[in-house]
């Protein structure tokens, strides 16, 4: 346990941070979900309005440190390359 005031100054931060961080990740797996439910429902237009919503939600958790860069970049791709061959078939 935290003893001097130092630290117990930095436990109270570290909470306040890691809801901050909890409540970022979380709304980032929602816009994330809403990408593959319209993927999955076969609605391109749905699919291309819900990736282009998550493209910037993602970039920003990549900016507060919540998601590492290239991770968000290899979500963003896979998710544009079967949202396109969702519009094309």
């Known amino acids: 346990m935290a003893n ?3 630290s117990k100054k930095r436990a109270r931060q570290i909470e306040r941070v890691t809801a901050v961080n909890k409540a970022r990740r979380s709304r980032i797996r929602t816009y994330l979900r809403k990408v593959e439910e319209a993927i999955a429902s076969g609605d391109a237009a749905a699919a291309k309005d819900a990736l282009q919503a998550a493209q910037p939600e993602l970039m920003r958790g990549v900016t507060k440190g919540v998601v590492h860069k290239n ?11 079967r949202v396109k061959a969702l519009a094309t078939a």
Do not use: E, G, H, N
């Not at 991770?71 to 390359?81: G, N, Y």
């Open 4 to 6: 001097t005031p130092q």
């Open 71 to 81: 991770t968000a970049s290899r979500k963003i791709s896979r998710l544009a390359s």
